[in-house]
């Protein structure tokens, strides 16, 4: 399923079968999870995508071909592609440990093709195995995604014991079970009215559910905005008491409105989370071995794929949607 120009739906096309490279691999496409970024990619929201482009980067697979020099994988493996595909190694982001800020990246589904196909090819040192991982494919495939990222943005909310998440979807949901396991009290914001989110909130643990325009129960020590609205910077800040912090974990937000600085002053921070390290795949998957995740998903035929993105556009979803070839 291809995107020809942004705002344009998706196309099918048939192509040849690729053929891995030096140090890449061609993965036969298991399920391929929906992310909100892929809908800021299709809708134009995101500058310069690669065109025709395959997106989807939340990909479960197996190895079906080694390129030259791959020598760590194995024909028949089951791995996880997500949205960082390569790096340059030598930027001084890169030397620095920080390569979700690399000079020169490849994302998945967004500047090389991804997992809205049969098959994809991959750089083989940006695979997660995905051994011994007790999930079928389309489980497994939200946390390529919504499951690192989120975690990511949990560890940038830091040691919050009281923590608010705004926009209870993909990522919402996986990370409030990790953070009720760690024994953090989890509120959960959501569009107003959205009873089915609030419902599957309150089911996976949450302490309080309700809407982002609702004031919390208790005072928040952190919250985390997975909804790419701006409108929320002000508002989580409004609920976060002193010292506390907002973490926005969009890789796109409409604009922050202006707001009094009384509301960040007393040591109030607001930071954001931008892409992911291999560090934090091997960290969350590893996590998600030991600790038993409950993924809600729908499940739609690559050939339904506009429909899972209209759907998501119009936050009619529960939990992920996910594409199965």
Known sequence: MTLQAPGAPLEPVSRDTPTPGRGEVLLRVRACAVCRTDLHIVDGELPCPKLPLVPGHEIVATVEALGAGVDDLRVGARVGLPWLGGTCGHCAYCDG????????????????????????????????????????????????????????????????????????????????????????????????????????????????????????????????????????????????????????????????PSFPYALLWQERQLLSVANLTRADGHEFLALARQQPLRVSTTRFSLSHANEALARLRAGALTGAAVLVP
């Open 97 to 256: 440990q920080a390569e979700n800020l690399c000079d020169e990246p490849v994302f998945t589904g967004y500047t090389r093709d991804g997992g809205f196909a049969t098959h994809a090819l991959a750089d083989a040192r940006y695979c997660f195995s995905l051994q011994d991982l007790a999930m079928d494919d389309a489980s497994a495939a939200p946390l390529l995604c919504a499951g690192l990222i989120g975690w990511r943005a949990l560890k940038a909310a830091g040691d919050a014991p009281v923590l608010g998440l705004y926009g209870f979807g993909a990522a919402a949901h996986l990370i409030a079970q990790v953070a009720r396991a760690q024994g953090r009290t989890v509120l959960a914001f959501t569009r107003r009215g959205d009873h089915g989110a609030q419902k599957l909130a309150l089911e996976l643990g949450c302490d309080w559910a309700g809407g982002s325009d609702e004031a919390a129960p208790w005072p928040l020590d952190a919250a985390i905005l997975f909804a790419p609205v701006g409108a929320l910077v002000p508002t989580a800040l409004a609920q976060v008491r002193k010292g506390g912090r907002v973490v926005c974990a969009g890789i796109h937000m409409s604009d922050i």
